[in-house]
């Protein structure tokens, strides 16, 4: 077989990549974390200091990865990147912070995840840029303090109720990301527009900010599949094509896809509204809870379907109206 030379690799990763604004002034929206952001890099360049540890807390695709890559080229640091997953035992993290660079950003995506034993040797870690190494087993076990680079890190998380205490007290600034409105993300999409070399309307445009969860890769991901309706199709990316692509793929015209309407249709007729309990109602949409609380659940509390209460998750009056399923209430008479 001989390979076409003209058929391009996936573009779509190296794309994501690409989109990635380089600078904090780049960066669409978060105005009051970038803001914060600012003050903590400056203050730490005009002291010749690494700057404080960061924690990022939200939602997938709102910018957390992104912001990590800003914070090491504003303040002209290499940036190491890791995972909670990929860090399951201690040594894994000593191999990580023993080899650090002086002022280095390390990047934590999910931190929640990480191995406990790895928690607690991060707590001396950020305090006081030194590790305890533990060698030998059982009676013989000793431990050897070793110093390592002062660094910069970065941690991210989608839950930062489930980080303990003394890890949380140890980021000396904390940022909560929020959902996009639809104006910065139309910016996000005009951007990415011009670097797809698409022609697409304002009007095709606002119809995907309107439709993307509040949430700059889904934004992102939504134009790449217009663009490709258009293309097949041989016709413009014009408001029609983005509502006939999004129809394609699920999304309604609020946004939602199959597995936010999925959490949704279960919680108003199964359990009749609720309240129902995150594990029964992850078990009925066949999802992991966490995917449930993390992904599904914050965007539909926020756009006012879902209510979160001790008992139980909660459909709204308005999740009644959209979903078109009489309210239990007003058919009590
Ligand atoms: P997270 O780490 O929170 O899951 P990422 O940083 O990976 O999110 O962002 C996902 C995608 O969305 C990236 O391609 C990035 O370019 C884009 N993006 C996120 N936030 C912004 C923003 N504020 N401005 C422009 N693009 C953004």
Not at 47 to 67: C, E, F, M, S, V
Not at 70 to 82: K, Q, T, Y
Not at 130 to 143: E, L, Q, W
Not at 274 to 293: F, H, I, R
């Amino acid at each position: 077989v001989v390979a076409n030379p003209a058929v391009q690799p996936d573009a779509e990763l190296a794309f994501e990549g690409a989109l990635r604004p380089k600078s904090l002034d780049e960066f669409v929206g978060q105005q009051k974390v970038r803001g914060q952001l600012q003050l903590l890099l400056r203050a730490a360049a005009m002291q010749n200091r690494t700057a404080d540890h960061i924690l990022l807390a939200g939602p997938p695709g709102l910018g957390k990865t992104t912001l990590a890559m800003i914070v090491a080229h504003e303040s002209n640091r290499p940036l190491r990147m890791s995972s909670g997953p990929a860090i399951q035992h201690a040594g894994d993290l000593a191999a990580v912070l023993s080899s650090l660079l002086p002022g280095e950003v390390l990047f934590i995506d999910e931190i929640h995840r990480m191995a406990r034993s790895a928690e607690e040797m991060l707590y001396l870690a950020m305090e006081d840029f030194r590790i305890d190494i533990m060698v030998g087993k059982g009676a013989g076990a000793t431990s050897i303090p070793l110093d390592i680079a002062p660094f910069t890190l970065v941690g991210a998380t989608t839950r930062s109720g489930l980080l303990p205490n003394p890890l949380r007290d140890r980021f000396g600034f904390t940022a909560h990301l929020e959902f996009y409105d639809e104006p910065e993300l139309e910016q996000v999409l005009v951007r990415a527009a011009v670097m797809l070399d698409l022609e697409i309307g304002r009007d095709a445009i606002a119809e995907i900010a309107g439709r993307c969860r509040g949430t700059p890769r889904i934004a992102n991901r939504l134009l790449r599949r217009v663009r490709d309706f258009a293309l097949v199709n041989d016709i413009p990316a014009s408001r029609d094509a983005v509502r006939a692509a999004l129809e394609l793929y699920d999304v309604d015209e609020r946004g939602l896809d199959r597995l936010d309407r999925a959490v949704m249709q279960t919680v108003l007729t199964r359990f009749d509204g609720g309240p129902v309990g995150l594990s029964t109602l992850a078990v009925s949409v066949g999802e992991e809870a966490e995917t449930v609380e993390s992904v599904v659940e914050p965007f539909l509390v926020r756009i006012g379907l879902l209510s979160r209460t001790p008992r139980g998750r909660v459909a709204t009056r308005a999740a009644w109206e959209h979903f078109g399923v009489a309210d239990r209430n007003s058919t009590l008479f």
